[in-house]
Every structure is written in C-alpha cells, then in structure tokens.
T-cell receptor
C-alpha cells in the first residue's frame, strides 16, 4: 500500500514568510509525528498527534510553529515569520496506534530553504 | 550531554568486513531501542529493534546493555549496499512516543 507522503518535496521561501507543509500518513494510522532534521544531525522531534489531538508538542521550538490534524488523517505543519535557522528537512512519520514499541514509518520529507 | 551519542564516523571498510557501531544513551528510564538506516537524501527506515536479550537479523546483530546504557550494531560480511548512515534511536520512557535519534554513524563500504 501507499506509504507516508509529504508535499511539497522542496520549498524555498524568504525570511519572514509563512509556509505550510503537508503530511498524508499511511491509511488507518492514528499516530502521526513531525520531526526536523538539520544537516549532519539526526531527526529531532517536534510534535505527536493521536487522532486529531496533539498529544505531545514539547518539541516545537517556539510559537512560530504550529501543527493541525483536523480530521485525524492529513496533518499540516505551519511556520510563521520564517527564519534562516528554520532551513531543514521536515519529516513526517506515522504509526498504527502510537504504542512506544511500534515502528514509525517516515515520509520522504520536505526540504525547506529560507533565504 | 546529548541524550543519544554516536561516533559520526565515517567508517570506511572493504566489502566482506565486519563492522560494529556503538551508541550510548543518557536516560536510564528509556524503554525502547532501535537502529534506523538512512540513505543519502532519503528518509530513515527501521533496520531493527533492539532487545535486552540481543537479536539477529541475517548479517545484522543488535545488542543492548541496560547497565551501561549502551547499544551496539554489528554488520557481518559487509555489502556495498550497506553504505548508509545508521541512526541509533531511543524512546525515553513509556509516557512519550517520540523517537530520540543520535546524530548517526556513516558507513562507506568500499569495493
């Protein structure tokens, strides 16, 4: 079946602009995660959804970052007033029910470049 | 101190070699452990889970030492296709679902 998909695959924006990144999880997966990966580093957790609700948003770096999952499927990560330091690959992952032993399946990521 | 620490490498080994990667984690309450593989400009993919009793999957063997807070991955008979970055991953405790990644160890298998 289809894996996790993310759009756009690449996004170039100017400092101060607003961006939205979209994630389509694997069908039937209730848990959805956003991570951010900078060059030479491992992915860093941003936020975790269980169904429609954000169960853990402790990784969001500041209030410029916000994410929603209104119908418990597709999620959108929103970044306001982008800064050059926001440049990274934004990865989305999903898992079936969200238990801690479950495999998280990652999408191909959105490469964000803030000029 | 980082929660999960790995030697960044790169490890350059010839085909057929055996190579081992180590990883240490700081949170003694950590509950789940994994090795993920990431190819250049691709997403991470689960390689294997790591259990206290140790586990093997073909040429790959993973070990966990809870007392020393240490995880290892052994790759036997390296193939060119094993060239990738190997990410050590920990789930800190049962209350959290987020994966905590190390920075990764890069492996380059040479012909």
């Amino acid at each position: 079946g289809a894996g996790v998909s993310q759009t756009p695959s690449n996004k170039v924006t100017e400092k101060g602009k607003y961006v939205e990144l979209r994630c389509d999880p694997i069908s039937g997966h209730t848990a959805l995660y956003w991570y951010r990966q900078s060059l030479g580093q491992g992915p860093e957790f941003l936020i975790y959804f269980q169904g429609t609700g954000a169960a853990d948003d402790s990784g969001l770096p500041n209030d410029r970052f916000f994410a929603v999952r209104p119908e418990g499927s597709v999620s959108t990560l929103k970044i306001q007033r982008t800064e050059r330091g926001d440049s990274a690959v934004y990865l989305c992952a999903s898992s079936l029910t969200g238990t801690f032993q479950e495999t998280q399946y990652f999408g191909p990521g959105t490469r964000l470049l803030v000029l | 101190r980082k929660e999960v620490e790995q030697d960044p490498g790169p490890f350059n080994v010839p085909e057929g070699a055996t190579v081992a990667f180590n990883c240490t984690y700081s949170n003694s309450a950590s509950q789940s452990f994994f090795w993920y593989r990431q190819d250049c400009r691709k997403e991470p993919k689960l390689l294997m889970s790591v259990y206290s009793s140790g586990n093997e999957d073909g040429r790959f063997t993973a070990q966990l030492n809870r007392a020393s807070q240490y995880i290892s991955l052994l790759i036997r008979d390296s193939k060119l296709s094993d060239s990738a970055t190997y990410l050590c991953v920990v789930v800190p405790h049962t209350g959290r679902r987020a994966l905590t990644f190390g920075s990764g160890t890069r492996l380059q298998v040479q012909p």
